[in-house]
């Protein structure tokens, strides 16, 4: 889907260079329905985690992890799939925002910050894992750093024990991964 987004945003891009008043109402319509399709999945999810997990097999704060990010934990490729694709919308968004001030239609400005400020929020509650692997290698602090490391580490422990992937097959899984990189 991340590779659709690109032919996608190139596409818009034209149309908005030539239609921004439209374009901009249109692109803040969609962000909105989006905003609120993820909300409702996820507040469907956190409803539903209760069906899926046993609360005798988590912990306190497994449990408010998977009750935090539910739609990673349920939807994991879609979840990180949409957020590869809001992150091109964002970086479409800026080359809007530029088109919109050559064209000095500063109205318009306001949904185009809108949808970037929304698609913002939205990515980290669908990827988790990538934003803390990203402030882990920002890190300077060794101490902060490993409690970087430990919540991305915690937060893979409960991902395994929610699918019920067990040390042979987080392995076996890893094998596969490193030989995957070494290709």
Same mark, same amino acid.
């Given at each position: 889907?991340?590779?659709? +987004? ?16 439209? +374009? +901009? ?5 969609? +962000?909105?329905?989006? %905003?609120?399709?993820?909300l409702v999945i996820t507040k469907g999810a956190k409803s539903r985690v209760g069906i899926w997990v046993k ?13 935090k990010y539910p739609a990673f934990f349920r939807y994991p490729f879609v979840s990180t799939t949409i957020s590869e694709f809001l992150s091109v919308v964002q970086i479409s968004t800026i080359i ?66 929610? %699918? ?20």
């Amino acid at each position: 889907m991340a590779i659709l +987004a690109y032919p996608l945003c190139v596409i818009y891009l034209a149309i908005f260079f030539f239609f921004p008043e439209i +374009a +901009a109402i249109i692109l803040l319509a969609l +962000a909105t329905l989006l %905003w609120l399709y993820i909300l409702v999945i996820t507040k469907g999810a956190k409803s539903r985690v209760g069906i899926w997990v046993k609360d005798k097999d988590f912990s306190e704060k497994e449990q408010g992890l998977l009750y935090k990010y539910p739609a990673f934990f349920r939807y994991p490729f879609v979840s990180t799939t949409i957020s590869e694709f809001l992150s091109v919308v964002q970086i479409s968004t800026i080359i809007m925002a530029i088109i919109l001030l050559f064209k000095q239609l500063w109205l318009y400005l306001i949904p185009i910050a809108i949808v970037f400020l929304i698609f913002a929020s939205l990515r980290p509650k669908l990827d988790p894992l990538f934003f803390l692997k990203q402030l882990y290698a920002k890190q300077k602090d060794p101490l902060r750093q490993m409690e970087v490391k430990t919540d991305i580490d915690f937060m893979g422990i409960v991902y395994d024990k929610f %699918w019920g992937i067990g040390k042979e097959e987080r392995a076996e899984i890893d094998r596969a991964h490193k030989k995957g990189e070494n290709i």
